[in-house]
């Protein structure tokens, strides 16, 4: 990883409590699976979503509905305030407020790349870290390399960054707190660059459509040192777990976030991808003109047979995109809860379903599917799944702690009119386009 300056900075660990509290029986083991993309360095834990290995055998079901409970410590130095009047251990979603264990030292900045009206509020914004705020400030080496900031006016800034670069380099324990800088892309590539615990995201709406980003550039000095001070409040976004395997049908250069299972054969027999997803997994039909069909299990049990253009499995926060538009209603991300969703089914009885967010999913390709199917994990990591492959899915107990301008309903109640009138707007100009035509 390159670095100006200073750019270790480490946390002191009390010997007598652990990083990550355990949520369920299930987490005090001491297996080891493989969870999300290879960093080097990174410490594994035992997935939330496995049932513990002393549930009495009276009992069928070996989980709760209600899903795992999420970690409240994001990143090295941010935690969750407790609530001292909560009840049984369950805190008001409306309560949850940002507290800092140490004074947060260094940020991750996300900026949409090639993007040149974002050139001034991600200098100004570096500038008031480093030179006011004193922090060391993350950026991506692709940001650096962007022609849009490959000017001399830039160069005194630049020099203060500490870079890192996708797939290679492990920031997890280095960076404090997250801000970014465009759409609602940016906080599903922040998502995607933190497959465990997830440091506070703060998004600003400098992109098309601002569904997850609450906060105007305006205002950026006040706000980001409410922020630093520790008085916001955050809504916990639930990530998916989700478990690609695939037979291993022919020899092949093994990706770098596989997990290699043999069996206790000398040739592997399955490939074991594993992701954390903040939007929807979606397998559909890909290039083929055939319809696809999909079994899909939930706890174990056929529940149904998907023929159609594919499905969408989504949490509360992805509900309101992919989701939405095929049909389905959108949930409030505090909501506890996995949706499925149909593409274009074949069958009109098939419609879209909410189950708890403590049952595993499964999808697989019958055994009379006249083609493969593709699956992308929140538009990305897309790939082909052939019969006998399968993809699990869980909820994951590393949720993306966002933080909110006012609170999570004010906030996604504003996001819906927000949305609502830009789409208005949009046909508007569709409209008037048009008419200038004829």
């Given at each position: ?14 010997s007598?409590?652990?990083?990550f509290?355990?949520c369920?029986?299930?987490c ?33 079901r ?12 994001f ?15 369950i ?9 800092w264990?140490k ?34 400030v ?43 800088l465009?759409g ?102 890909g290039?083929?003109?055939y319809l ?12 149904t ?46 419609r879209?379903?909410?189950v ?36 699990t ?7 993306v ?16 009119a ?21």
């Amino acid at each position: 990883m390159e670095n100006s300056g200073e750019s270790k900075w480490t946390l002191k660990s009390d010997s007598s409590s652990e990083p990550f509290p355990k949520c369920c029986p299930a987490c005090d083991s001491g297996e080891e699976p493989f969870r999300g993309k290879v960093f080097r360095n990174r410490t594994k834990t035992r997935s939330m979503s496995m049932p513990p290995a002393h549930c009495s055998a009276r009992f069928r079901r070996t989980q709760s509905l209600h899903g795992p409970s999420p970690v409240t410590t994001f990143g090295p130095k941010a935690c969750m305030l407790k609530n001292p009047k909560a009840v049984m251990h369950i805190q008001d979603p409306a309560s949850q407020r940002l507290t800092w264990n140490k004074p947060p030292k260094s940020v991750l900045i996300i900026k949409k790349i090639r993007d040149a009206s974002l050139l001034q509020p991600f200098k100004e914004l570096c500038v008031f870290l480093t030179q006011q705020k004193n922090m060391i400030v993350y950026v991506e080496r692709k940001v650096i390399e962007d022609p849009a900031i490959a000017n001399e006016s830039f160069v005194s800034v630049k020099k203060n960054f500490c870079t890192f670069r996708e797939d290679y380099d492990d920031i997890s324990n280095c960076v404090d707190f997250i801000i970014c800088l465009g759409g609602d892309g940016t906080l599903l590539y922040a998502s995607s660059l933190f497959q465990e615990s997830v440091p506070p995201v703060m998004a600003f709406h400098l992109g098309s459509l601002g569904f997850l980003t609450p906060f105007n550039f305006d205002t950026y000095q006040s706000q980001v040192n409410q922020v630093i001070e520790g008085n916001a409040a955050i809504i916990l976004r639930s990530r998916l777990q989700v478990k690609v395997v695939k037979e291993c049908r022919e020899k092949a250069p093994v990706e770098e976030s596989s997990l290699i299972i043999t069996n206790g054969d000398s040739e592997p027999k399955h490939k074991t991808m594993q992701y954390q997803v903040l939007n929807e997994v979606v397998v559909d039909r890909g290039p083929s003109s055939y319809l696809s069909n999909l079994d899909l299990f939930l706890d174990g049990h056929l529940i149904t047979t998907v023929q159609g253009d594919g499905v969408i499995v989504s949490t509360p926060t992805g509900s309101t995109a992919y989701a939405v538009a095929a049909g389905a209603s959108m949930i409030h991300p505090n909501v506890p809860a996995i949706m499925i969703t149909p593409i274009c089914p074949h069958s009109l009885s098939f419609r879209p379903i909410v189950v708890p967010a403590g049952v595993e999913l499964k999808i697989m390709l019958t055994r009379d599917a006249r083609n493969t199917a593709w699956v992308s994990l929140d538009g990305r990591k897309r790939q082909e799944i052939a019969y006998g492959d399968s993809i699990t899915i869980t909820s994951s107990c590393f949720p993306v702690p966002s933080i909110c301008f006012r609170d999570p309903v004010n906030d996604w109640f504003e996001s819906l009119a927000q949305c609502l009138h830009w789409n208005v707007r949009k046909k508007q100009s569709h409209l008037s386009s048009e008419e200038e035509e004829f």
